[in-house]
């Protein structure tokens, strides 16, 4: 089985007991800071090995990497092969800045967009617009609506119930 499949089994399992998941989630959620921080420090580095000798490097096991890696992978700019991983697969965690910022964001991760590491590579302002980009991505801006005795939006003058409204 792969270590995708093992971790995702693991980690959302229906059939686990909701306090343990809590606890892995919280352990998970403390050791994935962790390791940001470390690659924040240096940002334009790419960290590349093993599934395992990354986990080996930032001090986790193999099942922790997984989800760090499964969690990074679309903020990377060469994705891994995540569906297929084993432990002697090598990886990259070569990140795009931006994306990864702002898919931090989307995840509502604040833990995590709100590192202190984030202001020696990113500037306040910086910060603040990838974050509204990020929010008014995901929001649904509705039109205007139309009543039967507004004029058409077609254009014609005519009242909407006696135009295009008509066979609505």
Do not use: H
């Amino acid at each position: 089985m792969a270590l995708l499949e093992q971790w995702r089994d693991m980690a959302y399992s229906e059939k686990a007991n909701k306090g343990d998941l809590q606890r892995l989630w919280t352990a998970y959620f403390q050791k994935e800071r962790d390791i940001y921080a470390e690659l924040l420090k240096n940002p334009d580095e790419v960290v590349t090995g093993t599934v395992k000798e990354l986990a080996e490097k930032y001090g986790v096991d193999i099942m922790t990497m997984t989800g760090f890696l499964d969690g990074i992978n679309d903020s990377l700019k060469e994705a891994n092969p995540i569906e297929e991983m084993e432990e002697d697969t090598n990886v990259n965690l070569g990140f795009d800045k931006a994306l990864l910022y702002k898919n931090m964001v989307a995840a509502e991760a604040d833990w995590l967009y709100n590192l202190p590491e984030w202001d020696e590579i990113f500037d306040a302002d910086t910060k603040k617009a990838l974050y509204k980009e990020q929010k008014s991505s995901t929001t649904i801006v509705k039109g205007q609506k139309v009543y039967p005795n507004d004029p058409c939006p077609c254009g014609s003058g005519k009242k909407y119930k006696k135009c295009c409204g008509k066979n609505a």
